[in-house]
């Protein structure tokens, strides 16, 4: 939000939107004219392979910058975003961007920071996307999930944002069933559970953090 606080701060014209379950902010192809902030909610960025398949890149927390991550347009957008929750994203124009980072050093700072972000969240994909079995894919998945989304429940921590299997899948490179059959394993072995709302718990983050270093 350092960057979001900058450009307000300059003066540059900032753009808001709401947007609702499953609505789309941009998708892959369309012109790269924007930055965006995602200022409320969570959502989901994703790339389309083999037809209808998605592989998600990273479920996106409130306070993160998403887009191409350059201060220019360069052609157009090599992913997709979709509002996973009702979401509020802040949007500047690229154009008027590139005018002010000429102006003013301090806003050129706080987008490294932005960009920052942007390469920790790859380099997140590329670990968990790098361990060869399905059981591993989907407890780094999980894992990553529960530091980002987590909130402490009795030793517990339960993942505030809604997960379907589908949506584990396609984070995970694996099929609908092939996850729902890991889910089940993971409860029978104390280390999920459903929550309220079908939220999922993790009963015992060590131990499933635990999978993906013994594999």
Do not use: C
């Not at 350092?2 to 941009?26: H, P």
């Not at 200022?39 to 887009?67: Q, S």
């Not at 968990?128 to 402490?152: I, K």
Request: no cysteine; aromatic share 6%; hydrophobic share 40%.
């Amino acid at each position: 939000m350092f960057a979001l606080s900058r450009l307000k701060e300059a003066g540059v014209r900032l753009s808001e939107r709401r947007f609702e379950v499953g609505e789309a902010i941009y998708t892959r192809g369309d012109p790269d004219r924007h930055l965006y902030f995602l200022t409320e909610g969570a959502l989901k960025l994703y790339k389309d392979y083999g037809g209808h398949k998605e592989a998600i890149v990273t479920l996106l927390e409130e306070g993160n910058v998403f887009g191409e991550p350059a201060p220019l347009v360069r052609g157009t957008h090599r992913d997709s975003a979709e509002a996973a929750v009702r979401s509020r994203v802040a949007s500047v124009g690229k154009a008027a961007l590139e005018h002010h980072l000429r102006r003013d050093p301090r806003l050129t700072l706080a987008l490294l920071f932005a960009y920052a972000q942007w390469v920790q969240r790859r380099e997140r994909t590329i670990v968990r996307l790098a361990h060869r079995d399905n059981r591993s894919r989907l407890a780094s998945s999980l894992s990553e999930l529960a530091d980002r989304f987590g909130e402490q429940r009795e030793g517990a921590v339960a993942i505030e944002v809604p997960l379907t299997h589908r949506t584990l899948a396609d984070m995970a490179a694996s099929s609908r069933v092939g996850v729902s059959k890991e889910m089940g394993r993971f409860r029978r072995e104390g280390l999920i559970e459903r929550g309220a709302k079908g939220r999922i718990v993790v009963l015992d983050k060590q131990r499933l953090a635990g999978i993906t270093r013994s594999r």
